[in-house]
């Protein structure tokens, strides 16, 4: 007997890896008398099942990749803060290569389940 199995929920198929975005605060330049809010945001790739890390950085436990990063973001009062554009643009990404990956692996689990001798 012949089991089936749905590649869209099966544990095996999925992407052995997940992407996050992830933001940090950055420094300031010493010579600013006044603060400035300045921030970090990056895309991660990392371990699936990993939620957060603890720094933008290839060390970091559970990171394989950092495939967008932008720094030193001023973060304003309005959505075309250059801050709130980077992490739009982020998380597209991160949807992006998520869903890119779950194809892959799903397209690879069907061809992996059609058998031509059968």
């Known amino acids: 007997m012949k089991t089936t199995t749905n590649p869209c929920t099966d544990t095996n198929t999925l992407h052995p890896a997940t992407w996050i975005v992830q933001t940090s605060a950055a420094r ?9 809010p ?17 720094m933008i950085s290839l060390r970091a436990r559970g990171v394989r990749d950092i495939p967008y990063f932008a720094g030193c973001l001023y973060v304003g009062s309005t ?6 554009r980077a992490l739009r ?8 290569l998520e869903s890119a990956a ?4 799903i397209g ?8 031509p001798g059968a």
């Open 38 to 54: 300045r921030t970090n945001v990056a895309v991660l790739e990392v371990d699936r099942g990993v939620s957060a890390v603890s």
């Open 108 to 115: 690879t689990a069907l061809a992996d389940q059609c058998d």
């Open 79 to 84: 959505p075309r803060c250059a801050f709130d």
């Open 102 to 105: 779950q194809r892959e692996c």
């Open 89 to 96: 643009e982020a998380e597209d990404l991160a949807d992006e």
């Open 28 to 36: 300031n330049k010493s010579s600013w008398t006044w603060k400035h």
